[in-house]
């Protein structure tokens, strides 16, 4: 069945630091791929997607390219801030589906 | 702004007490789900409605159900929470129709059981 593989935290990080999240996926169609972004407390939020392959998705100085032939979809951000101290979760979702699978998350603490 | 709600943000129950959660949405989706996160893991869906279609999942206690009396809300019964039902409860909408399914979640409810 479809699956999400993401690496194991926490990532800890000095603030403007180089950020990258590693994110695999098994998928026998042609998936949709998204992050999700979880602060302490909170529910999730989404905070970037990609429809087909080499989409690049972003937002907030958060990216992720869909690559098919490697079946990924990184997460990197240039300059890490305090504030983007979280649980990041990668997910898939198959065309027409109802259903999101979740990798594990993965916690990245940022430290001044 | 178009959002899903859901009251109350803390929830606090006695061992064997029923319990109802509450979701709302102002998205007029036609999918809401129920999601059951413990300990920063990754949410676990238990069931979801599409439209009055009620699909749970296989591995779902009895002891969760839920109803949908209208399209902006959706409810969660636990009849008889236990200690292990303790955990964050996640309501999410989504919308078909655009190929993929971007789910929009609530703030969530955190449950604890006496």
Redesign the interface.
């Known amino acids: 069945g479809d699956s999400v593989t993401q690496m194991e935290g926490p990532v800890t990080l000095s603030e403007e630091a180089f950020l990258t999240i590693n994110c695999t996926y098994t998928a026998t169609g042609y998936p949709s791929l998204f992050w999700y972004v979880q602060y302490p407390g909170e529910g999730l939020q989404l905070l970037l997607k990609a429809t087909k392959a080499d989409d690049k998705g972003s937002n907030k100085g958060f990216e992720a390219t869909y690559r098919k032939e490697t079946t990924s979809f990184h997460l990197e951000k240039g300059s890490v801030q305090v504030s983007d101290s979280a649980v990041y979760f990668c997910a898939l979702s198959e065309k027409n589906t109802d259903k999101l699978i979740f990798g594990t998350g993965t916690r990245l603490q940022v430290f001044p | 702004d178009a959002m899903?709600i859901?009251n109350p943000r803390y929830q606090v129950t006695q061992f064997g007490k029923p319990v109802t959660l509450s979701c709302s949405q102002t998205l007029n989706h036609n999918?809401m789900y129920w999601y059951q996160q413990k300990s920063?893991?990754?949410?676990k869906?238990l069931f979801?409605y599409?439209d009055k279609d009620f699909?749970n999942e296989a591995d779902t206690p009895d002891n969760f159900q839920s109803r949908r009396p209208n399209t902006s809300f959706c409810f969660l019964d636990i009849r008889s929470p236990g200690l292990g039902d303790a955990a964050m409860y996640?309501c999410?909408t989504?919308t078909?129709g655009q190929?993929?399914?971007?789910?929009?979640?609530?703030?969530?409810t955190?449950l604890t059981v006496l």
Not at chain 2, 40 to 43: G, K, L, V, Y
Not at chain 2, 99 to 108: A, L, R, W
């Open positions: 899903v859901q999918v920063s893991q990754a949410p869906l979801h599409y699909n996640l999410a989504s078909p190929g993929y399914n971007e789910q929009f979640f609530g703030p969530g955190r």
